[in-house]
Every structure is written in structure tokens, then in C-alpha cells.
């Protein structure tokens, strides 16, 4: 029945070489990743070496790529991601309050839960049709101009909304909603009950309860949640794509006040760089890779920021 | 407390004791010892779980570990196979011998160890396959690959755990389908298919209920026959009903190890008789 | 009652326990509706999503006729070719079902390998120390947008790796924006997903099974690929379904690096194009709003929407029974 003592000390040395070679090939394979990651980076930034300046940081998009820059793109983005959060990060966080500390377990909750969690997975051109549909075109709605005064100054906007900053924004909103959510959702879910019995205890109202008790204590995990969707959002090209943002322009939003910004064309980083890739001249490609290097270092400083806050409060808050 | 432990004889210092301290050496009542543990120690990072542990464990008889939890009888049992290596920052002093063999020695090959010591665990392990892929899966491993020898092999060991009755017509089913009693009683089937010489047991009945309690009880007599055992148990009725020998850990250390009938009638140290009469622990 | 030594603190509210209706209540009440129509957004989201799909493709209103009633669903299914920008408009989804299975195909084996093996790695063979460099790595590779992995494909893996290979090394021919470069940068974009779910599958094994494992003599192989593994089969089945789905939907890499020509085609050197290159071409190009291929759009993204909420559905599904085994 067993096997003879030699033969099972031989395939001893076979299994534990096996075991040996497998170890090295997880290894490699899960290295090879960061090898990857590397070559990216340094392939790319080599590309855009001699082409990042001030100037290129500063100036309009042109033909002539010396003449490129990203200036456009940069503001584009930059009011696209900051409106995006103005919309996504209340409604986000309050629909993960309702999911965690109101919802009762019965079947609404479980469609709202099942539908954020499928909505996350599903692709961003998708989101890009609806915006364009929904906030763009707004279903085919004539064409109307109001005019809001608001006391000191006025605003002047468009109905349905057009290839305008706030049509990117509320798609951006609502493709990064599920993201906010579900991560503020686990932020609360880390906040342990006793926080909130304590709360209770004195008589707090359930509002009272979260708003002084459990949102300062999920805070740091929900701004991660929310810094990292924002980021995934800055670098979404097709939804913007598919809502016809202008790739070409050479001004920035809030050219004519600042809170008319909303309501201007505009354009954003990726979508700059995926119209110098289609470029027919070869200069525009070391043009985008200089767009990329900006693309990343902002993506790196919204990701930095996320870690240090993650870091920062974990210090601090212990339970 | 005292550093070594006291023996138990059968009338005072008569006849030669079981265990003995670090200074003495003695041969042991039944038969030759199949583990031997001199002056071992065990830490987990910077903290002694065990000091100065000695004990000689005889071959072919069940030797009960019994004491309060955190005692370190478990860290004990499973320092008898290396289980502890899994765990990081752990690290043993003193001598571990199986068959007069260091298991510590750093030529000793952990796989080889653990195919002859066997263990069942507190709660059962069956790994999500059928039955019969679970019993074969040490065999199989070990490069046994022969359908119709591993077939005989899975209904011998099943038959030895007294499982082969409930289960031999759905060999394919799925092992999670079984009870808790079944299940406990497929692992120790699994542990004996690589035909192991010491099975380890931590508190394999302590999840179950008394009438499968009783069926694994029963089971650990009929192996004693063929296999060490070497059992942790917090249930003192079990330990009395099924050991010959048993030993007291406290706090880390082996307080007091004779055989079973003599430790529980008339225990050498204060700690044994408050323990076992239920005073602490 | 005694009543000589009054409550020195102040009374607020009413003193009575029976529920009244009180202005903290009503406000109690205002919120939990605020926060509950925030929860709906989601919803509301999803329910326009599908009704604006439908309404392109599907529904028949009054003065409005879908694209299935200008194209049948045979036709749709059917015809090899697709040319909605030619004088002979021909609507067969074909060509771009298959540019997006050769891109999905590709990308599943670049990625889920890769992914999984590194999963196995973080959980069952790093310490520590070593995870805590991975998991980052493995972050920051999931959090670059896909129009740089778009750029990487089309100016660094076809011109430098495919081409001196295949085309060099092999001879064939290989063109400048290829089914197979779309394919493995895909296959590196899903590989961080991969990797971080089926890690989490794999470390919710409980460790008593591997325990078990080591104590009837098994090595770390036996116990990662016949134990470890094999446990966590649905649950890792589940994140390479939620993988291919991410694939399937993938735009701008595709975009880039894998061309924009809809072919039927067993070549996955040549051009091709997908679903989701199609919508952003075609959006691009300023389709006229109500006219046929302008309906199209919709028509295909429809089913660009079903193959993947079904995909990420049955996968959640598996995740949750998953999840439910091992508590």
C-alpha cells in the first residue's frame, strides 16, 4: 500500500522542485507586471523629452506641433473634474448613508444595491451615449436660451445643455457614482457600531448620530474613495469622445466669467491626446507623450493625496 | 510552579518514571518512545508560548494533553509535525526527536515529516471535493496514481474511521455534504490514507455532538493499535476515558505527565488536582 | 415620587416618550427622503440607459421608427458585412462581433494568466513586505487611463515587439494597427483587475484548509494549485468573467491599436473593428441625429450594454454564492 521508502524520497525531490519552479513562475509573471508598468513610463516619457516647457504647459493647441500645448485641455479638465465632484461626491455620499444606516433589508435595497453594483462594471462609452442623449441632445428638446440673475451678475445657458463643461460633468458624475458609493459604503461599514451606540445612548437622533459621529469617523475612507473615482474620471477619453467635445479649441472655459465656465465648449486632456495620436504628423506623437506625462503626474497627484490622506488618518484613528 | 515536571509512579518513586526531568534519562513503561521532546522551548516573536518542556511520548498508546486554554498545548501538538512553521516569526529551542531524530535538524525534510506524523484538526477541514478525492488527495500527492489501488486504498481508510458504511455508495458526492461528525471522521480517514505512524489530534470532538463524540472516542481506541496518538483535549472525562497517559500544561509549561489513571486519582502537584477538580481553569 | 431635588440639567425637547410629531422629527424625516432619492439616482441612471437604447433601437413610438424597423433583427444577426457609411448601407453586426471577440480573446490570454498567477503569488507565496510593494504596482498599473495603454500599443508594442517578431522574425504581415496589439494591451489592462479580485477569492480560503493540506505532507504547490485553487474555482471564474467584460467594453485602446476597418476575419494582424470603436468613430464623424446609422449607434450599443451587464450579473451572482460558502 505504501509506496516503497526510496521511490517516495524521489518523487520527494521531484515534488519539492516542482514546487521550487512554480514559486519562480508566480513570481516572474507578478514581477513581469511591474517591469511593464516601467518600460510604459520610460517609453513615454521618453518620447515627450524636449517637448514639455512652461510654453507647452500655457499655450493653445495648434497645427503646427511645436506650437501645440495642453492649456485648454488642462483647464477643461480641470473644471470638468471639479464640477464632477461638486455633483458626485453629496449625491454619492448620500446614497451610500441611505444604503448603509437607513435601507432596511427588503427588495428595494437589494435592487439599488445589486443595480450600483452592476452599473460600476458597465463600459463608459455606454455612459457617454446616455450623456449625450440625456444632457446633450436632452432627448431632442428645441433649442432655448435662459438667461439667470442672480443678483450681483447673470448667467446665460442653453437648453438642452450641448457639447457644454456641465454635460461632461454630469456623465462623468454618473459614470463615477457607483465607484463613490460602493467605497463610501465600506467606509462606513468600518465604522464600529459602538461609535453609534454611544450616540444613541445620549439620546441623539439617527441624523445627529451620523452626521456628528459616523461621517467624521469614515471621512479619510470616503475622500480616498472619492479622490481615487475622480482620478479614474480625469483619465476617461470615450465618454467625452462620444459626446462630441471639441478636440480643436483655443480658449478656456470661464473666458466670460467665471461661473459662466459651466456652460462653455470645451475640451480635456485625454481627448487632446487621442487627437495628436490620430494626427498625420509624426511630431504630434512626441506632442501627446508630452500630453501624457501631464495626464500622469496629475493622476499622481490625486493619487498621492488619496494615499497620504489613507496614511495621514490611519495614524490618527485607531479603534 | 516547578521548572520540571514531576512524574507520577505507580506507588511513590518505585517503579521508573515516565517522563523525566532534563537531568535524568530512564526508559519509558510502554514500549520504546516515539517522540521524544528535551529542554524545548517555543516562541512567537518575542513571547514564550512554551519553556522547558520534557515528555517522552510512547509508540502505540493515546497520550492526552489536557490544561486551561493558552496553556500551549495545541502550540505543543503542532510543534510535533513543524505545523508552526506556517506561521511567521515562530521559533523552537531545545530538541524535538521522532524515533530518536531530530525533526528540527535543518536536513529534515518538513513534507516527509508531516506524511508520517498526521493531524486532525478542532474543526473539520474537508477540502471542497468529492469524498473520495479527499481521502486520496495524500496519495495521490505522494505519486500514488494507480485508480484501482487508490480505490482500495480510500475504502481501507474509510473502513478504519468507521465512515465506509454512511458514505460507500456516494463515494462522488461532495464532502461538504456530510455532517459535522462525518466530516471530522472523512479527515481522519484522509490523515491515515497517507499512512502516517502518529496521528495528531486538536480537540477533534470538541465541535460535535455527544453521539458523534462517542463514534470518534471509540474510533481513537481501535487506532491505538496501529498509531500513536497524541491528543489535545479541554474535556477531562475524555482525556481519563481514552489516554493511558496524559500530561498538564499550565502557562506554558508541562506541569506534571504520568499515566492517566494515576493523575487523576492522585496527582502529584496542587496545580493538577485544582484543575482537575474543576477549582481553575 | 421624589420631586425636592430638580434635574439640574436643562429640558429639551418634550418630556413625554410617545412619538409626536415635532419639527426634529420632520427634519429626521426630510433627510432620510433626501438620502433614499440619492440612492435612486442610481437606479434612475440604469433606467435610462436601457430606455434610451430601446427607444433608438426597439420602440416604436408615433412619428418615430426604430432602427429594427428600418433593419430586421435577421439582417442584424446575419449579414457579414457592415457599411453604414457607404452608399450600399449593409447592418450586419458580424465584423464588429468578431473584432471585439478577437480583442476579448487576446486580451483573456495575456491577462487572465498573468492575473491569476500573480494572485496566487501576492496570496500564497509573498510575505509581507513584498505585497506591500505589489499591491500599489499592481494599483497604479489598474489606475492609468486606457489612452495611454492605447499609445503604448500603437507606437511601442506593434512597431517594437509584434512587428520584429511576426513580421521579421516570421513574416507575416502585420499592420500598423492590429487586432493582436489591441489585444495583449488590453490584456495588460485587465491583468491588475485580475490579479487584486481573484487575490481577495483566494484569501477568503479559509486557512484551516491550508493546514490541512501541509499536515498530510503537501508542499506549497500541492497546496496552492490542488487545494487553494481548485476552492476558489467559482469565485476566480467570477473575476475572469468581470475581466472579459471590462475587455468587451474597452474603447480607447481598441481605438488606437487596433484599427477602425469592420472585417470578418480569422487574422488577427490586420485592422479590425470593434463595437465600442465603432461608437466613437462614428460619434466622432457627427452622425446626422435620426438618420439610420445615427440609429445604428444605438442599436449596437445595445448590445454592447446586455453582453456586459450580463457578464458582470452572472459574475456578481457566482461572487455572492462565493462569498456565502465561506463565511
Same mark, same amino acid.
Request: net charge positive; glycine share 8%.
Given at each position: 500500500?505504501?509506496?516503497?521508502?526510496?521511490?517516495?524520497?524521489?518523487?520527494?525531490?521531484?515534488?519539492?522542485?516542482?514546487?521550487?519552479?512554480?514559486?519562480?513562475?508566480?513570481?516572474?509573471?507578478?514581477?513581469?507586471?511591474?517591469?511593464?508598468?516601467?518600460?510604459?513610463?520610460?517609453?513615454?516619457?521618453?518620447?515627450?523629452?524636449?517637448?514639455?516647457?512652461?510654453?507647452?504647459?500655457?499655450?493653445?493647441?495648434?497645427?503646427?506641433?511645436?506650437?501645440?500645448?495642453?492649456?485648454?485641455?488642462?483647464?477643461?479638465?480641470?473644471?470638468?473634474?471639479?464640477?464632477?465632484?461638486?455633483?458626485?461626491?453629496?449625491?454619492?455620499?448620500?446614497?451610500?448613508?441611505?444604503?448603509?444606516?437607513?435601507?432596511?433589508?427588503?427588495?428595494?435595497?437589494?435592487?439599488?444595491?445589486?443595480?450600483?453594483?452592476?452599473?460600476?462594471?458597465?463600459?463608459?462609452?455606454?455612459?457617454?451615449?446616455?450623456?449625450?442623449?440625456?444632457?446633450?441632445?436632452?432627448?431632442?428638446?428645441?433649442?432655448?436660451?435662459?438667461?439667470?440673475?442672480?443678483?450681483?451678475?447673470?448667467?446665460?445657458?442653453?437648453?438642452?445643455?450641448?457639447?457644454?463643461?456641465?454635460?461632461?460633468?454630469?456623465?462623468?458624475?454618473?459614470?463615477?457614482?457607483?465607484?463613490?458609493?460602493?467605497?463610501?459604503?465600506?467606509?462606513?461599514?468600518?465604522?464600529?457600531?459602538?461609535?453609534?451606540?454611544?450616540?444613541?445612548?445620549?439620546?441623539?437622533?439617527?441624523?445627529?448620530?451620523?452626521?456628528?459621529?459616523?461621517?467624521?469617523?469614515?471621512?479619510?475612507?470616503?475622500?480616498?474613495?472619492?479622490?481615487?473615482?475622480?482620478?479614474?474620471?480625469?483619465?476617461?477619453?470615450?465618454?467625452?469622445?462620444?459626446?462630441?467635445?471639441?478636440?480643436?479649441?483655443?480658449?478656456?472655459?470661464?473666458?466670460?466669467?467665471?461661473?459662466?465656465?459651466?456652460?462653455?465648449?470645451?475640451?480635456?486632456?485625454?481627448?487632446?491626446?487621442?487627437?495628436?495620436?490620430?494626427?498625420?504628423?509624426?511630431?504630434?506623437?512626441?506632442?501627446?507623450?508630452?500630453?501624457?506625462?501631464?495626464?500622469?503626474?496629475?493622476?499622481?497627484?490625486?493619487?498621492?493625496?488619496?494615499?497620504?490622506?489613507?496614511?495621514?488618518?490611519?495614524?490618527?484613528?485607531?479603534? | 510552579?516547578?521548572?520540571?515536571?514531576?512524574?507520577?509512579?505507580?506507588?511513590?518513586?518505585?517503579?521508573?518514571?515516565?517522563?523525566?526531568?532534563?537531568?535524568?534519562?530512564?526508559?519509558?513503561?510502554?514500549?520504546?518512545?516515539?517522540?521524544?521532546?528535551?529542554?524545548?522551548?517555543?516562541?512567537?516573536?518575542?513571547?514564550?508560548?512554551?519553556?522547558?518542556?520534557?515528555?517522552?511520548?510512547?509508540?502505540?498508546?493515546?497520550?492526552?494533553?489536557?490544561?486551561?486554554?493558552?496553556?500551549?498545548?495545541?502550540?505543543?501538538?503542532?510543534?510535533?509535525?513543524?505545523?508552526?512553521?506556517?506561521?511567521?516569526?515562530?521559533?523552537?529551542?531545545?530538541?524535538?526527536?521522532?524515533?530518536?531524530?531530530?525533526?528540527?535538524?535543518?536536513?529534515?525534510?518538513?513534507?516527509?515529516?508531516?506524511?508520517?506524523?498526521?493531524?486532525?484538526?478542532?474543526?473539520?477541514?474537508?477540502?471542497?471535493?468529492?469524498?473520495?478525492?479527499?481521502?486520496?488527495?495524500?496519495?495521490?500527492?505522494?505519486?500514488?496514481?494507480?485508480?484501482?489501488?487508490?480505490?482500495?486504498?480510500?475504502?481501507?481508510?474509510?473502513?478504519?474511521?468507521?465512515?465506509?458504511?454512511?458514505?460507500?455508495?456516494?463515494?462522488?458526492?461532495?464532502?461538504?455534504?456530510?455532517?459535522?461528525?462525518?466530516?471530522?471522521?472523512?479527515?481522519?480517514?484522509?490523515?491515515?490514507?497517507?499512512?502516517?505512524?502518529?496521528?495528531?489530534?486538536?480537540?477533534?470532538?470538541?465541535?460535535?455532538?455527544?453521539?458523534?463524540?462517542?463514534?470518534?472516542?471509540?474510533?481513537?481506541?481501535?487506532?491505538?493499535?496501529?498509531?500513536?496518538?497524541?491528543?489535545?483535549?479541554?474535556?477531562?472525562?475524555?482525556?481519563?476515558?481514552?489516554?493511558?497517559?496524559?500530561?498538564?500544561?499550565?502557562?506554558?509549561?508541562?506541569?506534571?505527565?504520568?499515566?492517566?489513571?494515576?493523575?487523576?486519582?492522585?496527582?502529584?502537584?496542587?496545580?493538577?488536582?485544582?484543575?482537575?477538580?474543576?477549582?481553575?481553569? | 415620587?421624589?420631586?425636592?431635588?430638580?434635574?439640574?440639567?436643562?429640558?429639551?425637547?418634550?418630556?413625554?416618550?410617545?412619538?409626536?410629531?415635532?419639527?426634529?422629527?420632520?427634519?429626521?424625516?426630510?433627510?432620510?427622503?433626501?438620502?433614499?432619492?440619492?440612492?435612486?439616482?442610481?437606479?434612475?441612471?440604469?433606467?435610462?440607459?436601457?430606455?434610451?437604447?430601446?427607444?433608438?433601437?426597439?420602440?416604436?413610438?408615433?412619428?418615430?421608427?426604430?432602427?429594427?424597423?428600418?433593419?430586421?433583427?435577421?439582417?442584424?444577426?446575419?449579414?457579414?458585412?457592415?457599411?453604414?457609411?457607404?452608399?450600399?448601407?449593409?447592418?450586419?453586426?458580424?465584423?464588429?462581433?468578431?473584432?471585439?471577440?478577437?480583442?476579448?480573446?487576446?486580451?483573456?490570454?495575456?491577462?487572465?494568466?498573468?492575473?491569476?498567477?500573480?494572485?496566487?503569488?501576492?496570496?500564497?507565496?509573498?510575505?509581507?513586505?513584498?505585497?506591500?510593494?505589489?499591491?500599489?504596482?499592481?494599483?497604479?498599473?489598474?489606475?492609468?487611463?486606457?489612452?495611454?495603454?492605447?499609445?503604448?500599443?500603437?507606437?511601442?508594442?506593434?512597431?517594437?515587439?509584434?512587428?520584429?517578431?511576426?513580421?521579421?522574425?516570421?513574416?507575416?504581415?502585420?499592420?500598423?494597427?492590429?487586432?493582436?496589439?489591441?489585444? +495583449? !494591451?488590453?490584456?495588460?489592462?485587465?491583468?491588475?483587475? $485580475?490579479? *487584486?479580485?481573484?487575490?481577495?477569492? %483566494?484569501? @477568503? /480560503?479559509?486557512?484551516?484548509?491550508?493546514?490541512?493540506?501541509?499536515?498530510?505532507?503537501?508542499?506549497?504547490?500541492?497546496?496552492?494549485?490542488?487545494?487553494?485553487?481548485?476552492?476558489?474555482?467559482?469565485?476566480?471564474?467570477?473575476?475572469?468573467?468581470?475581466?472579459?467584460?471590462?475587455?468587451?467594453?474597452?474603447?480607447?485602446?481598441?481605438?488606437?491599436?487596433?484599427?477602425?476597418?469592420?472585417?470578418?476575419?480569422?487574422?488577427?494582424?490586420?485592422?479590425?473593428?470593434?463595437?465600442?470603436?465603432? +461608437? !466613437?468613430?462614428?460619434?466622432?464623424?457627427?452622425?446626422? $441625429?435620426? *438618420?439610420?446609422?445615427?440609429?445604428? %449607434?444605438? @442599436? /449596437?450599443?445595445?448590445?454592447?450594454?446586455?453582453?456586459?451587464?450580463?457578464?458582470?450579473?452572472?459574475?456578481?451572482?457566482?461572487?455572492?454564492?462565493?462569498?456565502?460558502?465561506?463565511?
Amino acid at each position: 500500500m505504501s509506496t516503497p521508502h526510496d521511490a517516495y524520497a524521489r518523487s520527494l525531490r521531484r515534488r519539492h522542485l516542482q514546487a521550487a519552479a512554480f514559486g519562480w513562475v508566480c513570481s516572474l509573471a507578478t514581477w513581469f507586471s511591474v517591469i511593464i508598468l516601467a518600460v510604459l513610463l520610460i517609453a513615454v516619457t521618453y518620447r515627450s523629452v524636449g517637448w514639455i516647457s512652461w510654453d507647452f504647459l500655457t499655450r493653445f493647441d495648434s497645427y503646427r506641433p511645436q506650437k501645440a500645448g495642453i492649456f485648454a485641455g488642462l483647464m477643461g479638465s480641470f473644471w470638468l473634474i471639479g464640477l464632477t465632484a461638486l455633483f458626485c461626491v453629496p449625491v454619492g455620499v448620500g446614497a451610500a448613508i441611505y444604503l448603509e444606516e437607513y435601507a432596511k433589508p427588503n427588495w428595494l435595497t437589494r435592487v439599488i444595491q445589486l443595480n450600483v453594483s452592476n452599473l460600476a462594471g458597465i463600459p463608459s462609452i455606454v455612459f457617454g451615449m446616455l450623456g449625450f442623449t440625456a444632457f446633450v441632445r436632452m432627448f431632442g428638446l428645441a433649442q432655448q436660451q435662459y438667461i439667470l440673475w442672480l443678483g450681483f451678475t447673470h448667467v446665460k445657458f442653453t437648453v438642452p445643455f450641448g457639447r457644454s463643461v456641465i454635460s461632461g460633468a454630469l456623465t462623468l458624475t454618473l459614470l463615477s457614482l457607483p465607484v463613490v458609493i460602493i467605497a463610501s459604503q465600506e467606509a462606513l461599514r468600518s465604522v464600529p457600531p459602538s461609535i453609534r451606540h454611544a450616540a444613541y445612548a445620549l439620546g441623539a437622533t439617527k441624523w445627529q448620530t451620523i452626521r456628528a459621529q459616523v461621517l467624521p469617523a469614515a471621512l479619510p475612507g470616503i475622500l480616498t474613495g472619492v479622490i481615487l473615482a475622480l482620478s479614474r474620471a480625469l483619465g476617461e477619453t470615450a465618454p467625452l469622445a462620444v459626446l462630441g467635445a471639441a478636440t480643436y479649441i483655443t480658449f478656456a472655459p470661464g473666458k466670460k466669467g467665471l461661473l459662466q465656465a459651466p456652460f462653455d465648449p470645451f475640451t480635456a486632456m485625454p481627448l487632446q491626446i487621442y487627437n495628436w495620436v490620430d494626427e498625420i504628423d509624426r511630431k504630434f506623437q512626441n506632442v501627446a507623450a508630452a500630453g501624457i506625462v501631464v495626464l500622469l503626474v496629475a493622476l499622481l497627484l490625486m493619487n498621492g493625496s488619496a494615499i497620504y490622506i489613507r496614511h495621514h488618518f490611519q495614524k490618527k484613528i485607531r479603534w | 510552579m516547578s521548572t520540571a515536571p514531576k512524574s507520577t509512579g505507580m506507588s511513590g518513586s518505585a517503579t521508573p518514571p515516565l517522563v523525566l526531568g532534563a537531568a535524568s534519562q530512564g526508559p519509558a513503561p510502554a514500549g520504546k518512545p516515539k517522540f521524544e521532546t528535551r529542554g524545548m522551548g517555543f516562541f512567537y516573536g518575542s513571547h514564550q508560548a512554551l519553556t522547558e518542556i520534557n515528555l517522552l511520548i510512547p509508540e502505540k498508546a493515546v497520550t492526552a494533553l489536557i490544561g486551561p486554554s493558552g496553556c500551549g498545548k495545541s502550540t505543543y501538538l503542532r510543534s510535533l509535525n513543524r505545523m508552526n512553521d506556517i506561521i511567521d516569526g515562530t521559533r523552537v529551542t531545545g530538541s524535538v526527536l521522532l524515533d530518536g531524530e531530530d525533526i528540527y535538524a535543518p536536513d529534515v525534510d518538513v513534507v516527509a515529516l508531516r506524511k508520517r506524523v498526521g493531524m486532525v484538526f478542532q474543526k473539520s477541514t474537508p477540502f471542497p471535493k468529492s469524498i473520495f478525492d479527499n481521502v486520496a488527495f495524500g496519495p495521490r500527492i505522494g505519486g500514488l496514481n494507480k485508480l484501482s489501488e487508490l480505490k482500495d486504498l480510500v475504502e481501507h481508510c474509510l473502513k478504519q474511521a468507521a465512515l465506509w458504511n454512511e458514505v460507500k455508495d456516494r463515494l462522488r458526492d461532495s464532502a461538504m455534504a456530510l455532517s459535522g461528525g462525518q466530516q471530522q471522521r472523512l479527515c481522519i480517514a484522509r490523515a491515515l490514507a497517507t499512512n502516517p505512524e502518529v496521528l495528531l489530534m486538536d480537540e477533534p470532538a470538541s465541535a460535535l455532538d455527544p453521539a458523534s463524540t462517542a463514534r470518534i472516542e471509540d474510533l481513537i481506541f481501535e487506532l491505538k493499535q496501529n498509531y500513536t496518538i497524541v491528543i489535545v483535549t479541554h474535556n477531562m472525562q475524555q482525556a481519563a476515558r481514552i489516554s493511558e497517559f496524559t500530561g498538564f500544561f499550565c502557562l506554558g509549561r508541562l506541569v506534571e505527565v504520568g499515566q492517566t489513571k494515576q493523575m487523576f486519582t492522585n496527582p502529584a502537584e496542587k496545580e493538577t488536582e485544582d484543575y482537575i477538580t474543576g477549582r481553575f481553569g | 415620587m421624589a420631586q425636592s431635588a430638580p434635574n439640574p440639567a436643562p429640558a429639551f425637547g418634550s418630556s413625554s416618550l410617545r412619538k409626536s410629531a415635532s419639527w426634529l422629527r420632520a427634519k429626521e424625516m426630510l433627510i432620510r427622503g433626501v438620502l433614499f432619492c440619492c440612492a435612486l439616482v442610481s437606479v434612475i441612471t440604469t433606467l435610462t440607459i436601457i430606455f434610451v437604447l430601446l427607444y433608438e433601437s426597439i420602440l416604436p413610438f408615433p412619428g418615430h421608427s426604430p432602427f429594427f424597423a428600418e433593419v430586421s433583427v435577421r439582417d442584424f444577426l446575419l449579414d457579414t458585412k457592415w457599411t453604414p457609411q457607404y452608399a450600399d448601407k449593409h447592418f450586419g453586426i458580424m465584423p464588429l462581433v468578431c473584432g471585439t471577440a478577437w480583442v476579448t480573446f487576446i486580451s483573456g490570454c495575456v491577462g487572465l494568466p498573468l492575473g491569476l498567477v500573480s494572485a496566487i503569488y501576492m496570496s500564497e507565496y509573498a510575505g509581507p513586505r513584498r505585497r506591500s510593494v505589489l499591491k500599489p504596482v499592481l494599483e497604479l498599473l489598474a489606475g492609468i487611463p486606457t489612452i495611454v495603454y492605447g499609445y503604448f500599443g500603437l507606437f511601442f508594442v506593434t512597431p517594437y515587439v509584434l512587428r520584429p517578431i511576426l513580421h521579421g522574425g516570421l513574416g507575416f504581415t502585420v499592420g500598423g494597427a492590429n487586432a493582436l496589439a489591441g489585444g +495583449i !494591451v488590453v490584456g495588460l489592462m485587465i491583468m491588475p483587475l $485580475v490579479a *487584486s479580485l481573484s487575490e481577495d477569492v %483566494l484569501r @477568503a /480560503v479559509p486557512k484551516s484548509l491550508r493546514e490541512a493540506g501541509y499536515a498530510l505532507g503537501a508542499t506549497k504547490f500541492d497546496v496552492s494549485v490542488k487545494i487553494v485553487v481548485p476552492s476558489a474555482l467559482s469565485g476566480i471564474l467570477a473575476s475572469f468573467l468581470l475581466a472579459l467584460s471590462r475587455g468587451v467594453g474597452e474603447t480607447m485602446a481598441v481605438t488606437l491599436c487596433a484599427g477602425n476597418l469592420p472585417q470578418l476575419t480569422a487574422n488577427p494582424l490586420i485592422p479590425i473593428q470593434t463595437m465600442t470603436t465603432f +461608437i !466613437v468613430n462614428m460619434m466622432k464623424g457627427d452622425a446626422v $441625429v435620426g *438618420s439610420i446609422e445615427y440609429k445604428s %449607434l444605438y @442599436a /449596437v450599443a445595445l448590445v454592447l450594454f446586455t453582453v456586459t451587464l450580463t457578464m458582470n450579473y452572472i459574475s456578481q451572482l457566482i461572487l455572492q454564492r462565493y462569498r456565502e460558502v465561506y463565511q
